[in-house]
């Protein structure tokens, strides 16, 4: 890509830290079996061949928040084949990329399916509606698009980080033990992947510094996560944002600020130009950020004012009106 080092070169120059990181990771990973972590005694027959009852709104004790964040983090998850192609066409399938890229995929595959028995077993959402969206949302399918190896390993480690967030505080929010406990066990995963990609890019920024940063400059720039081509997002994302679950400020707080920390972006040497100017985009983004998560977090907070109606009547109107949708997309 232009100026840039060639992918090929990337991959051979980052290969030995992959074979530490992935040892590492075979280190610390913990097995889990996600048929203990879902309540099946909670569970009833469905409607259909089995003749039980038919899902029904009042069925559902988790807040809509949760709901919401449900079928987004679980809708994500579902998408792993295209996440899968995504990193295995870019980091192949041999040595110990292709090891991770199928020891990842091994472990990511746990989530979806932990995620949809417990929502299934709890009726916390509806199981119709959540099928049609997979099948319109697997079946899109999901490209990156993005121009290089190094972006690729930006946007991962951001995502994992994201994903981590957004899976803990969904969890937190679910008043429900057992949805927290499985939640926060999805979490741990989601915390290793994002400490593997984390040494890793620490590692190409050490030896690609301009070329890295600016990748990192792109990828947070533009960040989505990959839920933001659902239908009916903008107005889920919203409601898990004003429930403090995952929005500009979490992200921010969470995401952005702590990554570019760890990395240390701001005192990392040998920078050229074009390293110097990746490091002004992420200053300037870091700002702008911290500026809309304050304005979305006091629109959030009129939003969740105790009055039963008027948070209502607010939170149909927050997709239009909230001047930070588009962000809130993360
Ligand atoms: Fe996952
Ligand atoms: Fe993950």
Redesign the pocket.
């Known amino acids: 890509m232009g100026d840039g080092p060639e992918e090929d070169h990337v991959l051979r120059e980052l290969q030995p830290s992959v074979e530490r990181l992935l040892e590492r990771h075979l280190a610390a990973a913990r097995d889990w079996l996600p048929h203990q972590y879902v309540p099946w005694s909670a569970a009833h027959d469905f409607d259909g061949p089995l003749r039980g009852t038919a899902w029904a709104p009042e069925q559902s004790a988790l807040p809509q928040a949760v709901r919401d964040a449900l079928v987004v983090n679980l809708l994500?998850?579902d998408n792993?084949p295209s996440y899968h192609f995504e990193i295995a066409t870019r980091f192949g399938r041999d040595g110990a990329w292709g090891s991770w890229v199928h020891r990842w995929t091994a472990?990511?595959d746990r989530?979806?399916a932990a995620l949809r028995a417990y929502v299934h077993a709890r009726r916390a959402v509806d199981p119709v509606a959540l099928e049609e969206l997979r099948m319109r949302h697997v079946g899109t399918g999901y490209r990156a698009g993005l121009p290089t190896l190094l972006h690729s390993l930006a946007y991962v480690m951001v995502q994992e980080l994201a994903?981590r967030q957004a899976?803990r505080n969904a969890g937190a929010a679910c008043q429900d033990p057992v949805g927290e406990q499985l939640m926060a066990r999805?979490a741990a995963?989601?915390n290793l992947?994002m400490l593997f990609y984390r040494e890793l890019f620490s590692d190409a920024l050490a030896r690609f510094p301009d070329a890295a940063l600016t990748a990192l400059a792109d990828v947070l720039h533009d960040f989505e996560m990959p839920g933001a081509g659902l239908p009916g997002f903008r107005a889920r994302a919203a409601r898990i944002a004003a429930a403090g679950i995952y929005g500009l400020d979490v992200h921010l707080e969470h995401v952005v600020v702590p990554l570019l920390r760890a990395l240390k972006v701001m005192s990392l040497p040998g920078l050229g130009p074009a390293g110097e100017q990746a490091r002004e985009r992420l200053d300037a983004h870091t700002e702008r950020l911290s500026a809309r998560a304050a304005r979305a977090r006091e629109l959030f907070d009129r939003m969740t004012t105790p009055h039963e109606d008027r948070q209502r009547e607010d939170r149909t109107k927050t997709p239009r009106e909230d001047p930070t949708a588009r962000e809130a997309h993360v």
Do not use: K, S
Request: charged residues 40%; negative net charge; without cysteine.
């Open positions: 994500t998850e792993l472990e990511e989530h979806a994903t899976h999805i995963d989601e992947h």
